[in-house]
């Protein structure tokens, strides 16, 4: 392991928008990050421009989260580079809206492959790796408010998130007896390109009657009147990475800005 490092993260979904400002948060703090994204092109750059910037290095693999030899192979990079795997970050993910009667089973699969397939896999893999090696380590998943209060028009994502909840408490019980402590977040409506694309999709449906509309509609509904910008997010997600949160496993954290009062 590199002298200046803490030990090795991996975060998937990690290019662009919050994954980018979780590793970057990460190198910051001294770890090394393995930036694992199925965009070779955004990915290459986003490990450049975080090594360059940082503190210590990020490197690119490439990942599919659905394939989970390509998770192993992220994992054993960031063990092979940084020593161990510390921290893992299960935040990739996408969503397609579609008319509740009218969601489609290849959508449905899809978005449930990615967004809970994808964490049961890296959280498993995560776990297998920390036990190996004996790290107490810390995983943490990218839930949502989709997934405390189902949305019509994206429903398979509010139950794809909702399946994250239940894996993050279910995970959490299964790793407490090897230290690994399991948690995870859930932002509100953030200004990422996966809400860019989502207000441009439901303006394309008719859900919404011109681009922005349906963005401003739901930063309506949000205490704080702003939507977040992924800055937003990484203090918590911080927080649950720290030795500040050695006595916390199976919660989450709603980072929505009084969207959803609970």
Not at 126 to 146: E, R, V, W, Y
Not at 169 to 194: C, D, E, S
Not at 245 to 261: A, H, N, P
Request: some cysteine; overall charge neutral.
């Amino acid at each position: 392991m590199s002298a200046k490092t803490k030990g090795g993260a991996v975060v998937t979904g990690a290019a662009r928008g919050i994954g980018r400002q979780i590793a970057e948060g990460l190198v910051a703090d001294g770890y090394g990050v393995v930036i694992a994204d199925l965009d070779p092109t955004t990915g290459e750059a986003t490990a450049r421009a975080l090594t360059e910037a940082g503190a210590t290095e990020a490197i690119f693999v490439k990942v599919d989260v659905t394939d989970r030899a390509t998770i192993k192979a992220a994992i054993e990079a960031c063990r092979l580079r940084f020593g161990s795997l510390n921290v893992m970050i299960n935040n990739a993910g996408f969503n397609k809206p579609e008319p509740f009667l009218e969601i489609t089973e290849k959508t449905w699969r899809a978005i449930l492959e990615v967004n809970s397939l994808g964490v049961l896999v890296g959280i498993q893999e995560a776990g297998k790796a920390m036990i190996a090696d004996g790290i107490k380590g810390k995983i943490i998943n990218t839930a949502s408010i989709a997934g405390r209060t189902g949305f019509p028009d994206f429903a398979a994502y509010s139950v794809s998130k909702a399946a994250v909840i239940s894996l993050t408490q279910a995970a959490a019980r299964a790793l407490a007896p090897k230290g690994i402590t399991v948690n995870a977040f859930a932002p509100g409506v953030v200004a990422t390109p996966l809400w860019e694309q989502l207000d441009k999709d439901l303006y394309a449906m008719g859900a919404s009657a011109a681009p922005g509309e349906a963005m401003s509609s739901l930063a309506s509904q949000i205490l704080l009147g702003r939507v977040a910008d992924p800055k937003d997010v990484v203090g918590t997600v911080k927080f649950l990475w720290s030795e500040q949160s050695d006595y916390m496993t199976g919660q989450v954290l709603v980072i929505d800005g009084g969207m959803v009062l609970q």
